[in-house]
């Protein structure tokens, strides 16, 4: 994250305005989901204690109920209200037509970006419950060092899409780290049916 915003200083402090204003919101998701994810973990890994796989899935599908329900509501604030959100951080004589277009624009991408980054966080928490915390952090360094990143750069510099392309190009990181993520899962729970079995 610090890298992405010293690549959006290269477009000026208008766009890094922009950035911080939403940031400033999703972060307050991000806590949530957070304490969400470290209580996953807790009760994941007392049902795997009783080796209640079912009870496992339970909990994970709960978690992403009560994630699509978050991100709903937070989206519809971010979809449909950017403007009171920017002036309630930001006075009227503060805000220019170009910081409320790019802040604008960086909430409808965080509308989207919230609930993947959620659906990270939750399979994380999942892994972790499951006794397995190393491949969450390989894949988190693998998405976002050598997938989101250079494809901000790519998308924002090269591609010239500016500050709108490079936080695009900065999902696709939790994209790919979700992908991987379902994917690990799935494979762990494969293991630990067959191992219960």
Not at 23 to 41: C, D, E, K, N, P
Not at 115 to 132: A, E
Request: net charge positive; proline share 2%.
């Amino acid at each position: 994250m610090t890298m992405a915003t010293y690549l959006m200083g290269h477009f000026g402090v208008t766009a890094l305005a922009a950035t911080q204003i939403v940031s400033q919101y999703t972060m307050i998701l991000i806590v949530l989901l957070i304490g969400l994810t470290q209580a996953l973990s807790i009760l994941i890994s007392q049902a795997l204690g009783k080796k209640d796989l079912s009870l496992v899935k339970a909990y994970l599908y709960a978690s992403i109920l009560l994630l699509v329900f978050l991100c709903s509501l937070v989206s519809v604030l971010f979809l449909f209200f950017p403007k009171a959100l920017i002036q309630f951080y930001m006075s009227n004589k503060m805000v220019d037509a170009h910081l409320q277009y790019l802040a604008t624009a960086f909430f409808a991408i965080s509308a989207c970006l919230i609930f993947i980054d959620g659906l990270r966080h939750i399979l994380s928490g999942t892994l972790r419950g499951l006794h397995d915390s190393q491949s969450p952090m390989r894949i988190g360094i693998i998405a976002m060092w050598f997938v989101a990143l250079p494809m901000s750069y790519l998308t924002g510099m090269v591609y010239q899409g500016g500050p709108i392309g490079l936080r695009i190009g900065f999902v696709s990181g939790f994209i790919f780290a979700v992908i991987l993520l379902v994917l690990r899962t799935r494979k762990k729970l494969q293991y630990l049916r067959k191992m219960y079995e």
